[in-house]
């Protein structure tokens, strides 16, 4: 019991619970099914480690056939693609400590050209949040010095296949 798997295991499954079972996260996810099934084009980016996160999202909502693109590259490139996002299309940014600067500096600058926007992060103050149209918080407490991201995978999994049943119907 006092080994540290079963320390992860304990806070992977708190983390899981708290972030699927947030009345806020809840609430969001028949919109943002709604807002993915009416956008021309979805967009995922994310800063850091959350870029992976982002990647993965995308490569998931792909799968089920929507047309999904990964931002990424250096600053230059990354804010050279976001100048080709409209009104019509839909941003689903992923931003976890340590936040980054130029995402949150794109985030507002889409927001004030209009863009919706649903921000993925933890339940701190993340900076893009007041360029976010739906926010959707994980929990990531953990004892170690690296954060828990199995939250934010199972939310994922969940904005997928909520997705996908609404597609299928």
Known sequence: ENSPFAQVLSEDVANIQNT???PLNQENMGKLVQMIQKSKN????GGRSSAILADYLASAL???GLPVHT?????????????????EDLVIA?????????????????????????????TGLSPAYPYADLVF?????????????ASCM?????????????LKS
């Open 137 to 149: 918080q994980c929990w990531v407490n953990t004892n170690a010095y690296f954060p828990s991201y």
């Open 42 to 45: 979805i967009y995922a980016l």
């Open 20 to 22: 699927l079972s947030a």
């Open 94 to 122: 992923v931003s976890f400590p340590r936040y980054t600067a130029f995402m949150v500096d794109g985030l507002r600058m889409l927001h004030e050209r209009g863009v919706p926007i649903v921000l993925i992060t933890d």
């Open 71 to 87: 931002l990424s590259g250096g600053v230059e490139a990354y804010l050279d693609q976001m100048f080709t996002i409209t009104k």
């Open 62 to 64: 792909r799968y089920l």
């Open 154 to 166: 199972s939310l994922m999994s969940v904005i997928c296949r909520t997705t996908a049943i609404a």
